[in-house]
């Protein structure tokens, strides 16, 4: 058994090993294909932690890139500068 969170439903679900359509091995994470008991769909879930590590690091990165254009849009501001 399999605990997911359906991101349809966004409910905990219980997955049987029956429901497992495919498993695909990555350099960074394993990927599980597997039908939703809630919902009826396929979903991918990803696991691993590399997988996560570069996920935050992405959100850090995005974060970041839009602080500073918040920051270069109040330097405009304060300068007279139309954006």
Do not use: F, K, Y
Not at 27 to 34: G, K, M, R
Not at 61 to 80: F, P
């Amino acid at each position: 058994m399999l605990l997911i969170t359906c991101p349809v439903t966004r409910t905990d679900e219980l997955v049987a090993h029956r429901r497992i359509r495919s498993v695909v091995n990555h350099p960074t994470h394993i990927a599980v294909s597997l039908e939703c008991p809630a919902c009826g769909g396929t979903h991918v879930v990803r696991t691993g932690r590399r997988w996560e590590a570069a996920r935050a690091r992405a959100g850090t990165a995005s974060r970041a890139a839009a602080q500073t254009s918040v920051a270069d849009a109040a330097r405009a501001a304060r300068a007279g500068v139309p954006a």
